[in-house]
């Protein structure tokens, strides 16, 4: 519905509005359809008050006179049909006229239906109840897709909101001899995307992304909540610094059971800057990427260890992965959200894909996100886009 279209109730009647110039033929009208339940009757003789007895009335089907003087019926058909207020309402065109041109001309100016006067009253209910009805029927479906927009543009406000707080819990950038960036983008529906990073003490520093099952409000809170326990360092029974308790723990708080049968996936890592050792576990999570001054562009180093996702399964025994991180190295940790999007040609981006976009971004991070839009072909994503990128000094 337009703004210039005035809001329509549903009738639980049948309102019959007959323009005629002619009191016989009201009355005649009048005296098919009196006794008739559920059906109220308007008769109006001067055509010039016609469009003003609509408006008031607001009949569910109108019979309209052929020949009138001052203004004839089919000029009042187009005017009804120019009118918000009538322009759906079923006109029926009663004449004496059983002209087939003329009653082209009529269906042509807008007309539903044409009868030639006085018809058999049977015949006049039957096409009443029968035109009202579909009108009636218009205006409720009307009112559903209305009523369906409101509620569509509420949710979209709740999702915007719910996007707008996962990103503004996202930390701040930082600088120095360990700097970190990041690129994040929700998707339509909002996704369960969440990541941080902080500093556990003087020499460890911890970096997690996870990604929770499914989208929408439920799959976003879930994300915040872990993201929020882990940043407040409120995981009781685990030492932090530790990856592979982090995720067992995780494991026995977030179950599927107690969270609506949602899951995530993780990617956590501490760094320990005296050793330059990077401690890392994974829960079903993209390996991250690391890529070592002088190593071969297309083949960083992969760190991922295979384990089932954090709430599936109780007693899930999560593995540590460790490597060395040689000065000037790149680390990224993202969610498959970068990468798994569909091409215009059918086929999925592959991780292969996406390692040659992070190899040598050719004007920063957020360069990778306009990359892969343009692969896929648009700019928004099916999933969330998340993306961390570490530079160790």
Avoid at 336 to 353: F, H, I, S, T
Wanted: charged share 20%.
């Amino acid at each position: 519905m337009t703004d210039a279209t005035p809001e329509l109730s549903v009738p639980d009647e049948i309102r019959v509005l007959l323009v005629d110039d002619q009191r016989m033929v009201g009355e005649a009208v009048r005296r098919m359809v009196a006794g008739e339940p559920n059906l109220v009757f308007e008769f109006c003789q001067k055509p010039d008050e016609a469009m003003a007895a609509a408006e008031r009335f607001r009949p569910t089907v109108i019979l309209q006179d052929l020949v009138m003087p001052g203004i004839d019926g089919l000029t009042l058909v187009e005017s009804y049909r120019a009118n918000p207020v009538t322009r759906d309402v079923p006109t029926i065109v009663l004449s004496s006229q059983e002209d087939p041109v003329v009653k082209a001309d009529a269906f042509a100016r807008g007309a539903n239906d044409y009868l030639v006067k006085l018809p058999d009253r049977i015949e006049v209910l039957a096409r009443l109840r029968h035109h009202s009805k579909g009108y009636t029927h218009l205006l409720q479906r009307n009112a559903a897709f209305e009523a369906l927009a409101a509620s569509q543009k509420r949710l979209a406000g709740e999702l915007a909101e719910a996007a707008d707080y996962v990103r503004s819990q996202l930390p701040a950038p930082l600088t120095g001899p360990l700097a970190v960036r990041w690129d994040f983008e929700s998707c339509s529906s909002v996704g369960g995307d969440a990541f941080g990073y902080h500093w556990l003490d003087d020499e460890h520093f911890a970096v997690y992304l996870l990604d929770v099952c499914g989208h929408g409000v439920g799959a976003a809170l879930l994300s915040v909540s872990v993201m929020n326990t882990l940043s407040q360092r409120s995981l009781q029974d685990a030492d932090l610094r530790a990856p592979e308790q982090v995720l067992a723990r995780l494991n026995a708080v977030f179950t599927m059971v107690r969270h609506n049968d949602m899951y995530f996936t993780i990617w956590y890592g501490v760094y320990h800057a005296p050793s330059r050792q990077l401690r890392y576990a994974t829960a079903a999570h993209p390996p991250a990427l690391l890529f070592a001054p002088g190593g071969a562009p297309d083949a960083p180093a992969q760190l991922g260890i295979p384990a089932l996702p954090i709430g599936a399964m109780e007693d899930v025994d999560y593995q540590a992965g460790e490597i060395t991180v040689p000065p000037g190295s790149r680390l990224y940790v993202y969610s498959d959200g970068v990468y798994e999007v569909q091409m215009p040609d059918g086929r999925e981006m592959a991780l292969e894909d996406f390692i040659s976009l992070v190899a040598e971004p050719p004007a920063g991070i957020t360069s990778v996100r306009a990359a892969v839009s343009q692969l896929q072909g648009k700019t928004q994503f099916d999933d969330d886009f998340s993306l961390i990128e570490l530079v160790f000094d």
